[in-house]
């Protein structure tokens, strides 16, 4: 198995897990957990669609993966 689809592999498992994590409410949207989970999991799985070629899936995996990095950054200022 090619080092790539491993890495699509573990990025599903730990997107799917934050999803359900998060909707059990076990963690939520906003915290560095899920979102650390969410942009590690992305990244890899965004890994695989450039390599395979599909690229809707690259860019919407790639957006989504800096999201989640951005809000780990730069979190919104409490009210």
Known sequence: ??????????????VLAAFAAETRGIVSSRSFTYLIL??????????RAYVTGEWPF???GGIW?????????????ST
């Open 1 to 14: 198995m090619e080092p790539t689809m491993i890495g699509a592999y573990a990025g599903m498992v730990i």
């Open 58 to 60: 690259a860019v919407l």
């Open 65 to 77: 993966a800096a999201f989640a990095t951005y809000s780990i950054l730069k979190p919104p200022e």
């Open 38 to 47: 969410m942009a590690i999991g992305e990244a890899l799985l965004t890994v």
